[in-house]
């Protein structure tokens, strides 16, 4: 399959909105787990968490998954299942919440530009950014 240039750049960027996203979510799940710790609040169960972070680190990442239209965002609940996070059009790199697993919500779309710089891996950006 041959890529022109802009769907090489709408490539990019969803997979620098997929390491965003990651970095995000690794940041602050170990943060908030080390904080409690230091708070002595269920210091096993967040040092486990870290464990858990340090040797499996598929889990919370995020991966890309080509489908004919869209590149959808996904990220690892756990070992064997996943949530779709967000639909990236592969023509114009508009980004939208899912409707559900295999389509995209239209009701508003969003900037890759955008969403790369202010991605979070809860969704919140999709909800406050400025939407196309």
């Not at 889990?59 to 609940?77: A, M, N, R, V, W």
């Not at 990236?88 to 508009?94: A, I, P, Q, R, Y």
Request: hydrophobic share 30%.
């Amino acid at each position: 399959m041959d890529l022109d240039f802009s769907s090489q750049s709408i490539l990019m960027k969803t997979g620098l909105l997929c390491l965003r996203l990651t970095k995000n979510y690794f940041n602050e799940v170990s943060s908030i787990a080390k904080k409690q710790i230091r708070d002595n609040i269920n210091v096993r169960d967040n040092n486990f968490k870290l464990k858990e972070l340090e040797n499996y680190l598929e889990l919370g990442s995020f991966f890309i998954e080509e489908s004919k239209k869209y590149y959808k965002i996904h990220q690892f609940t756990d070992e064997s299942d996943t949530n779709v996070h967000c639909f990236v059009d592969k023509e114009s790199g508009l980004v939208y919440k899912p409707a559900n697993r295999n389509s995209p919500n239209k009701k508003r779309s969003y900037q890759i530009d955008r969403c790369v710089d202010c991605a979070d891996w809860r969704g919140y950006y999709l909800s406050d950014v400025t939407p196309q």
